[in-house]
């Protein structure tokens, strides 16, 4: 029967295909009980799937390639450890040979007894491995009934129905043929949702129902764009998916056509175009499109879902590469981001902050962990000797740690020099703009940076008192409220009098619809995701840039997001 449901857009794009749904419930194996007689045979059989389920992940590991392979690299390694852990294995082998079980529920048993102990830790890291056995207990399971697990896990034409998906399951799963995901819980503004648009998937978040509703093989339509989701799409709704998908491609091609155009208004206002990238394929992407530069490279993507940190060789050639492959073009490097919605395995974040997104993250956990700050602004300054680098400072609240941030810059410098590295002399500090009183307080820092840039996704979290992923209070989340948009002009114009670049680099300017409120604002820096960088270009091109200014007074008079909304219909 037809269903129509709608969730939270996190990666555009439309797509039609079959219900994969996973549950997250435990392995369904009815007990069964074996003779003396069948321990051997069952023990056999038990070990036959063990090698099956290794080989598949040897295979898998191998056909990595692309922009995301180390990530997805690491993850598939992790299974390869819980494959071979001891204490699996023994406890696997006791429960058929004494146990007298056979394999399938030897295999739920053991699965259950270690999946209680990693959710009585107090570890984070230990707690949230619990998704990783029952990725790596279900490969076991289908090998000892001979399916494969990865068809099972994805077909082309799948869409993936879920409870959550983490980041590095992405990849892995499109490269498999999953043409879309969509998950009961999640936020738009989450490193799952960021890293589908890099990639191109469509993802819908929010769509709870939709889990309790959907079979295996349902035909399912996603519109990630709208976040409609249609479960069994009648024959009208096969016309509207398949106008879509020709208005997407007209659309496609026409877009493309703006790769080499200037990103000029009607009346002739040059602005900036930077994008935001996580991975070697953004940086690609962002270049090919044309963009000025990078204008947030999110360094924790280095960091998140490994044990070990990066040091200060692996990080100096990840932002080499990312220098080299702007080719001339300025590339922003933001300092360390981890805490609050970032949290990180390998034991720097705190585990239990009452409020995380009040606690140690950002420029805070850094300092708060010197050597490893002066690892990372070492590995930043050696790759500034390739090109254009800027330094961007997450989470600043105060002039103290702006302060703090310049005199490790220079110790940097130093120890860089004592060591006779190679470095890049002249290298930008910028302040990110996401505190209330950074915003207010920009006056009592600015002679210590270059250029700011403001992260809309956690000023308007910190302004409005949202919780950013909070999926209840999503109607309240939003950037067009009066007060935000007073103080983004009041940035804009404190900018433009005083010679300092501000930009825009959350969410709101990768927006197209929100090109005419920014322009009108007073914005002329973009750092957007490169998804929707020729959109935007585009709505900058059709806006008359001295109206829209002329403009501004009636939009800052506004007293709520139907007047800002109403102005922006206009
Ligand atoms: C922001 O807060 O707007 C931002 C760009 O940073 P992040 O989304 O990584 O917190
Ligand atoms: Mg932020």
């Not at 999946?115 to 984070?124: C, S, Y």
């Not at 939709?210 to 764009?225: F, P, T």
């Not at 106008?243 to 877009?255: K, M, N, S, T, V």
Request: hydrophobic share 45%.
């Amino acid at each position: 029967m037809r269903r129509a449901l709608r969730g939270q857009p996190a990666s555009r794009g439309i797509a039609l295909g079959r219900v994969r749904v996973r549950t997250p419930q435990a392995l369904a194996v009815d007990e069964r009980r074996i003779t003396a007689d069948e321990v051997p045979g069952e023990i056999l059989r038990l070990h036959r799937a063990l090698d099956t389920a290794r080989q598949e992940l040897h295979g898998l590991r191998e056909r990595l390639h692309g922009a995301l392979a180390q990530e997805v690299g690491e993850f598939l390694d992790l299974h390869v450890m819980i494959l071979d852990d001891p204490e699996l294995l023994h406890g696997l082998d006791d429960l058929v040979s004494t146990g007298r079980y056979g394999a399938d529920y030897a295999l739920k048993l053991q699965r259950d007894r270690l999946a209680a102990v990693f959710e009585g830790m107090h570890d984070d890291y230990f707690r949230s491995r619990r998704e990783d056995l029952d990725h790596v207990i279900g490969r076991v399971h289908a090998a000892l009934q001979q399916r494969n697990h990865d068809a099972e896990r994805g077909l082309a034409g799948d869409i993936l129905v879920c409870e959550t998906i983490a980041p590095q399951e992405l990849a892995e799963l499109q490269s498999q043929g999953v043409v879309a995901v969509v998950a009961a819980s999640g936020s738009p503004l989450s490193h799952s949702a960021i890293l589908a648009r890099s990639l191109h998937l469509p993802l819908v978040l929010g769509a709870a129902e939709l889990l309790a509703l959907a079979n295996d093989g349902d035909a399912l339509m996603v519109d990630a764009g709208t976040g409609e989701v249609v479960l069994e799409p009648d024959a009208g709704d096969l016309k509207r998916y398949h106008r879509r998908q020709a208005d997407i491609g007209r659309e496609q091609a026409q877009l493309s056509r703006l790769k080499r155009q200037p990103t000029r208004t009607l009346d002739g206002v040059d602005i900036r175009l930077y994008a935001n990238a996580e991975s070697r394929q953004d940086v690609a992407e962002a270049h090919a499109l044309g963009a000025d530069g990078i204008g947030l490279y999110r360094t924790e993507f280095l960091f998140l879902q490994r044990r070990e940190l990066p040091g200060e060789e692996e990080q100096f050639l990840a932002y080499r590469d990312l220098v080299l492959g702007m080719a001339g073009r300025v590339v922003t490097i933001r300092t360390l981001d981890l805490g609050a919605d970032k949290a990180d395995h390998s034991g720097l974040t705190l585990r239990s902050e009452p409020n995380p997104a009040l606690g140690l993250r950002g420029v805070r956990l850094s300092l708060a962990h010197e050597p490893l700050f002066l690892t990372q602004l070492r590995a930043i300054l050696r790759a500034a000797a390739y090109g254009p680098v800027r330094v961007l400072v997450p989470m600043v609240c105060c002039r103290e740690e702006v302060q703090a941030v310049v005199a490790l810059l220079e110790a940097a410098r130093l120890s860089l020099r004592a060591d006779g590295r190679q470095y890049g002399e002249r290298v930008e500090l910028g302040a990110m703009i996401e505190v209330p009183a950074a915003a207010l307080g920009v006056p009592d820092f600015i002679d210590l940076v270059d250029f700011v840039s403001v992260g809309t996704n956690d000023l308007v979290q910190y302004l409005l008192a949202v919780d950013r992923g909070h999926e209840s209070l999503s109607s309240l989340y939003t950037p067009h409220h009066p007060t935000m948009l007073r103080l983004l002009a009041e940035l804009f114009t404190y900018g433009r009098r005083n010679g300092v670049p501000v930009a825009v680099c959350g969410e709101m300017a990768s927006e197209a619809a929100n090109v005419p409120l920014l322009l009108a604002l007073g914005l002329r820096d973009f750092s957007l995701h490169p998804s929707t960088l020729l959109e935007v270009r585009r709505a900058i091109r059709a806006a008359d840039h001295g109206s829209l200014r002329r403009r501004a007074q009636s939009l800052l008079r506004a007293h709520d997001r139907a007047g800002i909304e109403k102005w922006l219909a206009r």
